[in-house]
T-cell receptor
Framework: AQSVTQLGSHVSVSEGALVLLRCNYS??????LFWYVQYPNQGLQLLLK??????LVKGINGFEAEFKKSETSFHLTKPSAHMSDAAEYFCAVSGAAGNKLTFGGGTRVLVKP | DAGVTQSPTHLIKTRGQHVTLRCSPI?????VSWYQQVLGQGPQFIFQYYEKEERGRGNFPDRFSARQFPNYSSELNVNALLLGDSALYLC??????????????FGEGSRLTVL
């Protein structure tokens, strides 16, 4: 069984400040980890994913995440927030078969000017 | 190129009715997955189909069913609708199942309201 916990349902950051979204997972098999972004009235868009190899993963729009097995974490960061980053972000995990993604509850990001 | 397209975009039904949601994957994609996203929550996996065969099923009652057609499009059917079925239903497509087979592309969803 797999599960994902996202700490903080809402995060408010100032434009230009660091964005840090926390994700912890539970998996009985080696995990594949994902971050998706959802803008209002739209579907989900993949930001980045970890499958194997390098534990620091770079994604689109300046986001990156680090897989830490010892902490069962996959936190998402962006050094400098932009107004366009306001959206909801979802962390997800799947097993090797990849037949399904298990999502966290999401974190809504508000960017203040 | 067209992305994942879903229809209808919005619909309203009453309790006990039946609904059919449709999804056309990206050209060349043979795997389609369905997710339910209740307001304020993350998406929950319902089904995955690949080459017209069911490859995965989430923890949903038998009122939920799906199928995939020879052209790889898919339908999600929900019978005997309940108020709790109100949600955004997302379809996603990929070349094949598995995290190493390329990105999972999501459509914009079908928003179902059950009154």
């Amino acid at each position: 069984a797999q599960s994902v916990t996202q700490l903080g349902s809402h995060v408010s950051v100032s434009e230009g400040a660091l964005v840090l979204l926390r994700c912890n997972y539970s998996s009985s098999v080696p995990p594949y980890l994902f971050w998706y972004v959802q803008y209002p009235n739209q579907g989900l868009q993949l930001l980045l994913k970890y499958t194997t190899g390098a534990t620091l993963v770079k994604g689109i729009n300046g986001f990156e995440a680090e897989f830490k097995k010892s902490e069962t974490s996959f936190h998402l960061t962006k050094p400098s927030a932009h107004m366009s980053d306001a959206a909801e972000y979802f962390c997800a995990v799947s097993g090797a078969a990849g037949n399904k993604l298990t999502f966290g509850g999401g974190t809504r990001v508000l960017v203040k000017p | 190129d067209a992305g994942v397209t879903q229809s209808p975009t919005h619909l309203i039904k009453t309790r006990g009715q039946h609904v059919t949601l449709r999804c056309s994957p990206i050209s060349g994609h043979k795997s389609v997955s369905w997710y339910q996203q209740v307001l304020g929550q993350g998406p929950q996996f319902i089904f995955q189909y690949y080459e017209k065969e069911e490859r995965g099923r989430g923890n949903f009652p038998d009122r939920f069913s799906a199928r995939q057609f020879p052209n790889y499009s898919s339908e999600l059917n929900v019978n005997a609708l309940l108020l709790g079925d109100s949600a955004l239903y997302l379809c996603a497509s990929s070349l094949a199942p598995g995290p190493n087979t390329g990105e999972l592309f999501f459509g914009e969803g079908s928003r179902l309201t059950v009154l």
